[in-house]
């Protein structure tokens, strides 16, 4: 992993920005919740989970769920 999150990465997997953030602070507040591990860089630095969050996004382990209109 990266030290900085894939954003253009993850742009291309949702519809705009503000989808993206939306997705990423979600997904971030279920790692918070369910204590997920940390990822470690190279120099020991643990990352964030709204960087895991977004890496996850941008590699495509996360599946966003879009709400369908009526």
Request: hydrophobic share 40%.
């Amino acid at each position: 992993m990266s030290k900085r999150p894939l954003i253009e990465q993850a742009l291309k997997r949702v519809n705009n920005r503000y989808e993206l953030v939306h997705a990423a602070a979600k997904l971030a507040k279920e790692l918070y919740e369910t204590g997920a591990e940390s990822y470690v860089t190279e120099e020991g630095i643990p990352l964030k989970k709204t960087v895991i969050a977004i890496d996850e996004i941008a590699k495509g382990r996360a599946i966003i769920l879009r709400k369908t209109e009526k």
